[in-house]
């Protein structure tokens, strides 16, 4: 029994020397200042920055070969972390969530055939250019679902997607998989949008949508700062944002949601945490 | 004629789905008369859509060119009857969007253009007969619709010396190439000859499978005397897949990512042969065509003689109308078929069937999960893998589904037709392709 | 009005054979099998069958249930398992193990995976290979087939491939049974699993699903045929120490194996030329633990083993693709 007390504590002492040294002598030359960016950066790896992973935009970060800005998950905090890490300015660039510009579930929207297939939007797409009759509209099939690695998107009972604004990180990754570009990016401080996607004429979207809209101005000559209409869509003016909020309740085909009221029919998400109470949390 | 029977070729893979061919097979080809209206678009074949070339209010004969060739891989569009152009604008088109046509209304008087001109191919070399095709809009009629010309103009580096007609129509419920092998052998034959001496060569095989007994052995007798020879072919879709088609006759495999043209075959359709006839014979261009109007939910399911530009609806009007209400309309066979957004759809120069099913003709679908069972990848004609070329396709991981030669697919739709647990197998290739050729735009 | 027409991508057809009539086919299979081992076991035999069925259906349920996914009863996948599985159990097993079985083929051996299509395992023989090594008492204790005619009680016994093993390592030769007895080994007339008894009736079961292609003949005739000659080599050399490859064929769980669960399409190979060598790899350690292991049935961890092994035979038997080889002159 002594023997193999020996023989164990032996191989045992012998292989925490053998490590304890080739750590030392095999170690691989680190800047310290990397380790305590990637620290700062949120760790998702959803490619936001360009860099496929959070390791990889570190390491750029640090080397100077890319921006301190770029990671819109880690939002202001990362980015002033970071910026004091490397002893530069922080410079953050105004914080934005996707909004998904459309209202027109399979309720309140009509399809121009009935699709057979693979759940997925861009699937979809290219059969006849997708089953709702609004080109602009969303499919409601789950593509931006998936593709958001920080489970901020959800389709509701009628098929539509609802992003939540408080889980949103601004990533564009649901951007780029949407086959019908309905969603856009917006500053997260803005609560109103105009909810639709679609440049047909009013005369026609009433015909396929009941929520969709048909440019009839009313927003615009209530609010004229805070509105533009192209192409028979309304656009809502960021940096009026307050006064978009003011005239929301006006649009006859409430295409125009104000979201401190609450999200979409249909979507779990219940309200937005008001914006006094976002930055306390965080 | 048994001996033509015995000797039966085949492929490796494919599969036996219901014939259909009950509904209209032995029905002789009807003319289907002239509609209130032919919307003709000027996206029919692969390669530049023509541009038009008459404005609203001209007057057009049957055969006047509408539309120009845009470039080499392009074909003219022409007036499939005498009229007037009342518009010229978008229309749904059978890809299921709205696309360039020219409307004509016919003026009942049905005339020729004069200044088309038949000619006699033995005094036509190659080059003039090719050029005569082009003009005339000779596309392939067997679904594909690439412009024959340039099929028929292969690098010199590529010697011809096998030309192989498609009489197979393996797709199930179309029957118009047998109707048409069948009726009109002269026409054909004709085509046939015309195609050889464009290529330079003398060996021409027809395929034909062999639940067209009357039509291997009509062409048989009839081809012996003009060096045509005739191949029986076992009854296996795709057997009427140019690949298999070329293995099944010439037992050659056309190199993965190539043409036919790299084995030294060139692969015809029937119905083409017999345009090319009546194109360079009479100088008549490509206006017309026989289409299967089929499938059980038809009253009277016909082969109607159909002038490029009628809309379904009339075509399903002429065969008595629907015995239930349409839940797919099918431009095409069933197999690779493309679903149509309504019956106001014309009919175009690849159109070789129209297939009606009902809510009870339709399949049975809930996609469940891939058990595992291998039977996709016994009947692929390519022997690929298609559950895991879809399953990499469903995870977005495009590289392995390169690595699974996703890019060899020719969509035959033969794995989604066996699949148990009814995954839409073609659907997620087709996706794995489109993603494969997009990153390979980019890099 | 909205349009009622469906668009979709190619193909419109069908053959028709979806996955709940693929499974419900190899439960018909199984049923001469079944009902063989009612005839020479009585009730105890039904109350395996019972609860084994009835108890994988019911935890599939709920594994369904607790991840808050569509039921997946329907596919009959479940009850399969479930028959599975009590066919692979020893008659007289008390309620628990039943239960118990069907708790770790459904929850370990299928759903934590992911269920259906993604379990790399066999889950009958997953569940039967836990309770063999948990419970090797009650797990080996066979009883004598008593007719149902007969009105006998249930008296213990050996299988026959105990005995063998018994009596090799005791004497090392052959008890005077793997001798002879071959008709009463066909019809089942012997101790054993429920499904191990009656190679008619499995044979039966077989050749339907071969008949139906629901099975192709590759996997089994690998499996069986590895068997047959290797056994029949070491038969030819030492026939006093190692029985005949038809006492292989007919004793022990071989045909079941072969048949029903070396072909469970997720769990083995997808490509034919992969199925033959997953077949002879079954065979090969089927004959190997059955003359030189410890335990003497081999069948189940032979195809567990092989089932670690598919992946790997997949990716070196893929097919061939069209085009590959070079143009014939």
Known sequence: MFASILTLGGIGLFAAVALGVAAKKFAVEIDPRELAVLDALPGANCGACGMPGCAGYAKAIVDGSMAPNLCTPGGSEAIEKIAQIMGVEAQSAEPQVAVVCCQGDNQKATLKYRYLGLYDCNAAQKIADGPKTCPGGCLGLGSCVRACPFDAIEITAAGLAVINRDKCTGCQKCVAQCPRSVIHMTPRLAETHVLCNSTDKGAQVRKYCQVGCIACQICKKNAPEAYQIENFLARVDYSHAAAAAAVAEKCPTKCIRDFSHGYPDGSSYGVPTPEKLRGEAV | MKSALKNLKSFAGGLHPPDGKHFSAGKAIEICPLPEELVIPLAQHIGAPAEACVEVGALVKKGSPIAKAKGFVSVPIHASTSGEVIAVEPRLHPMGKHLPAVVIKPDGKDLWDDSLTGADPQDLNAAELKNRLQAAGIVGLGGATFPTHVKLSPPADKPIDTLILNGVECEPFLTADHRLMLEETERIFDGIDILRKILGITRAVIGIEANKPDAIELLTARGAARQIEVQALEVKYPQGAEKQLIDAITGRQVPSGTLPMEVGVVVQNVGTCAAISDAIRRGHPLVERVVSITGPALVEPKNLLVRIGTSLQFLVDQCGGLNGAAAKIIMGGPMMGQTQLSLDVPAIRGTSGVLIFRQQDLPRYEAGPCIRCGRCISVCPIHLQPTSIAACARLDMIDQAAGYHALDCIECGCCTYICPATLPLVQSIRYAKAAIMAQKRTT | ?329
């Open chain 3, 1 to 329: 009005m909205e349009n009622q027409l469906y668009l979709s991508s190619s193909p419109h057809i069908h053959n028709g054979e979806t996955t709940d009539q693929v499974m419900r086919k190899v439960i018909y299979a199984l049923v001469p099998a079944s009902l063989v081992s009612l005839y020479f076991f009585g009730l105890p035999a039904l109350s395996v069958l019972l609860i084994c069925t009835l108890g994988c259906m019911v935890f599939e349920a709920l594994s369904c249930w607790l991840k808050k996914i569509p039921q997946t009863l329907a596919d009959g996948s479940a009850a399969l398992t479930g028959i599975l599985l009590a066919l692979n159990l020893p008659p007289s097993s008390p309620w628990w193990i039943s239960l118990l079985g069907a708790a770790i083929a459904i929850l370990i051996g299928k759903q934590v995976y992911g269920g259906l299509g993604h379990n790399p395992f066999n889950p009958a023989l997953v569940a039967r290979v836990v309770l063999l090594i948990s419970f090797p008492v009650q797990m080996t204790n066979w009883t004598a087939p008593a007719p149902l005619t007969s009105g006998f009680d249930a008296v213990t016994t050996a299988t026959p491939l105990g005995e063998m093993k018994t009596a090799v390592m005791l004497t090392g030769k052959l008890p005077a049974l793997a001798q002879s007895g071959f008709s009463d080994y066909l019809l089942g007339n012997m101790g054993g699993c429920l499904g191990e008894v009656s190679a008619l009736a499995l044979l039966l079961g077989g050749v339907y699903l071969l008949y139906k292609k629901i099975i192709s003949w590759h996997t089994p005739v690998a499996f069986i045929g590895t068997v047959l000659v290797l056994g029949g080599i070491f038969w030819a050399i030492a026939p006093e120490k190692y029985p005949s490859p038809l006492f292989h064929l007919v004793t022990g769980g071989l045909i079941l194996g072969a048949f029903f669960m070396a072909t469970d399409m997720v769990t083995s190979p997808v490509t034919t030329k992969g199925m033959l060598i997953f077949g002879c790899g079954c065979g090969l350690l089927t004959l190997l633990i059955r003359l030189f292991g410890g335990y003497p049935e081999g069948v189940s961890f032979a195809i567990l083993l092989m089932n670690a092994a598919t992946p790997l035979i997949d990716r070196f038997c893929r097919p061939k693709i069209y085009g590959q080889r070079p143009a014939k002159a």
